[in-house]
């Protein structure tokens, strides 16, 4: 390969336009000069002129349109380093047409032989991995296109790739100038998708180009297909505003290199953003020790017990699902697994109760898991996931965002807490599964994994739970039997054991997707060998470690890691399903030593990295998230449906493991990721000094909106599913939060004395 990327102009009838080469990658920038107007026709075209220009090339338009408006561009082009080739940008209007608005951009296409459409692969962070296709039928699974151009602040690394899997060859966009600021957009332009707007808020994007693929940026943004608005996925833009003097200052980046697979093409991009878009540290104004306080605190305010009076099965949970405004519950659901997360609270509150010598919170805590072993589990092993008290009865699937659809009476009611959106999208499914029993696999290994660990911390300390360790014996032993040959599991399970397969856009429409299941029971099998030493639970979790390899890791297809989901299907693409894909290899590396496990782990902790945020978005003058000071540094993407637009807070209970995993594989790099993401996930905390207008301190909302998503406006009760801008959180406290921050901080207490980081790196890495 070449030392580094080579430029050249290439003249022609209308105008020069350049190529760049860099071994067996090739691109052209042919239509670096794009003019776009509101309301009227756009244009495409090469420069008018190319020049040198010391080290750089200077590639300049006048463009004139009909209407009037007349702008004119410069592009200074530099090659940056053995790969990359700068474009630093200014434009300006010098001339006012009829058209309000006005938007510049630029595109070009790869130059590979021998490519095919289907051999390329994409990456768009938190949006596109691959070709998102786990279903396998040839077409894009959300937004239905490889056409697709995403706004800044839904990207966290500021880029998007594109790679041909035959030859290795990969091409790369980004944006290097951070966006600076952004203004609202109202409830009216939201309804009229083409708009006026003073942002510095672009976007990037990819798109099929007759076997090759066009690489595109836009400034302002523009998203010919998106889920921004709604669920049919309704195109918008924007435009600046058209006066005499308005200017584009933007800088782009153009990557091109070889990469030995998919996995490593995301890493190097991620790092290399990293690196250029200066990424740091996050500095919020508490301490990681602070924090697990107020969030223990809050968790203790929401426990409940019910006598046998009021129930004969005594419930007992920590009931936080409430509005972090009012902090009322809304409901009485007793959810173990997923966002109710009860034996992960049980199990952080023990290990409070000690740390802090309360025995109060030790008994409340077994409480709640003696209630788990007496009333969830059947005796094949089998759990349920929700309890309702008021009702006296278990219920099933309706978790997380779809919540609501267990507190409706009927129809109406769904649409009055989740809106039309929701509803017209979920409702017939929701139907088909008012009609099934059973449980998700994460939710029941959620629910056991913390009984484990709560077993063995009481017995470090002398006590003895055997109900507990029978439970998760009982548990161990569906794992066995249920298991395929292959290694793998299904996503959910009916009472009896078998694997639920209807409806598919629920279960799975493909043998990858119904198997998504197999990323959750590792951790589970490898506590019941640590503490039984039985070596048939040994030899099911190395089987399910070389599956996830073979089916999720060397494909680059990772999913299935969420209950539930606004529409579309239920199996996706999303972050915290490489979480636990993550931990399962770690899991299985802990216990084996196999390198095999290690490898896969850390290729699977680079694919988690690139959701994670490398810069702070921009919000809206006067938004909640803006008062409260958020920053984005360091939160993840949720899933690929709303991409970046919303950031969950899963990630909290993951960095103990991506710490572990940097440390096996004396990986800095990978530490550099679970640190931002530590101290970048306390923003949304509310605390003494921040209250972020919420109750009390200790509350983290579900999820913020650090773009749009669903925002079309819409009338709801339950404002956590759709009708969110920018700037909002989404009005939702779920237990799973400070179970999930306080469980990761206490490990890497437990493994390193401390969860400040400074200390751990010099620890680790000296």
Known sequence: MPASVTVQVVPGERGSHLRLERGGARFALDRPVQVGLLDGPGYEAAYDSVQESGDAVVGTARVQMAEGTEVVLED????????????????????????????????????????????????????????????GDGIEDYLGTYVQEHRDDKNGCLAALARDSRSGATVSIARISLPAFD???????????????????????????????????AYPFVEEVSFCLDTDGSGWGAYLPSEVGASVDVTYELRLSWTPD?????????????????????????????????????????????????????????LVHFSPRTGETLGSLIEFGFSGDQSLLAYTQLAWGYRKDVPLYRDRARSVLDFFVSAFQLENGFSHGIYDPFRNRFTHWFTGILMPFQYAENEDDVRRYVGDQISRALMPIARELREIEGNYLRTMCE????????????????????????????????????????????????????????????????????????????????????????????????????FILQTFVEPTVYIGGLNDTTHVKSVKTDSVGVMFLMRSLRAAY?????????????????????????????????????????????????????????????????????????????????????????????????????????????????????????????????????????????????????????????????????????????????
């Open 76 to 135: 200074h082009i530099t090659v940056r380093n053995d790969a990359a080739v700068e474009i630093v940008r200014h434009a300006r209007v010098v001339a006012v047409g009829a058209s309000e608005g006005v938007r510049l951009g630029l595109a070009g296409k790869t130059d590979v032989d021998g490519a095919r459409d289907e051999a390329w692969q994409y990456f768009i962070p938190g949006t596109m991995y691959n070709r998102n296709d786990s279903d």
């Open 447 to 546: 629910s056991v994994y913390p009984l484990l660990l709560s077993y063995e911390l009481d017995m470090q300390r002398g006590r003895e739970n055997d109900t507990w360790l029978e439970a998760g014996r009982r548990f161990g032993d569906f794992l066995l039997r249920a298991q395929a040959e292959d290694g793998s599991w299904y996503r959910a399970y009916a009472p009896d054991g078998t694997g639920l397969t209807s409806p598919e856009a629920w279960f799975g429409a493909s043998y990858v997707e119904q198997k998504s299941g197999t990323i959750f029971p590792v951790p589970v099998l490898t506590a019941l060998h640590r503490i039984t030493g039985e070596g048939r639970y040994l030899r099911a979790a190395e089987r399910a470690a070389d």
């Open 590 to 766: 802990d216990v084996t030593g196999h390198q095999r496990f290690l490898d896969g782990a850390v290729k699977a902790a680079k694919i988690l990295a690139s959701w994670v945020y490398l810069w702070d978005v921009p919000l809206p003058e006067g938004t909640l998230l803006a008062q409260a000071g958020f920053r984005s540094t360091g939160w993840a993407a949720c899933d690929v449906i709303p991409s970046g637009g919303y950031l969950d807070n899963e990630f909290l209970e993951f960095t103990g493991d991506l710490v572990a995993i940097a440390a096996h594989a004396r990986h800095e790099q990978l530490f550099d990721v679970a640190e931002i993401v530590e101290y970048g996930m306390q923003y949304a905390l509310s605390t003494p000094r921040n209250d972020h207008g919420y109750v009390a301190p200790g509350i983290q909302c579900e999820g913020v909106m650090t773009a749009y998503w669903l925002s079309r406006p819409d009338k709801t009760e339950f404002s956590g599913a759709v009708a969110k801008s920018k700037g909002d959180d989404n009005d939702t406290c779920n237990a799973l939060t400070n179970g999930q921050a306080s469980y990761a901080i206490y490990e890497l207490e437990d493994a390193y004395g401390t969860a400040e980081f400074d200390q751990i790196r010099a620890k680790l890495f000296g």
């Open 183 to 217: 203004t609202g957009i109202t409830p009216e332009q939201r309804l009229a998708r083409e708009f006026v707007q003073r942002t510095d808020i672009g976007s990037l994007g990819v798109a099929p180009a007759a076997e090759q693929v066009d690489l595109r940026a």
């Open 262 to 318: 998919l996995t490593e093409a995301i890493w190097q991009l991620h790092r290399h953003q990293y690196n250029r878009l200066g990424t740091r540290r996050p500095s919020p104004d508490l301490t990681l020790a602070d924090s697990v306080e107020h969030r223990q605190l809050l968790t203790q305010l929401y426990y409940r017990k019910w006598e046998k009076e009021e129930d004969p099965l005594e419930p007992a949970g920590y």
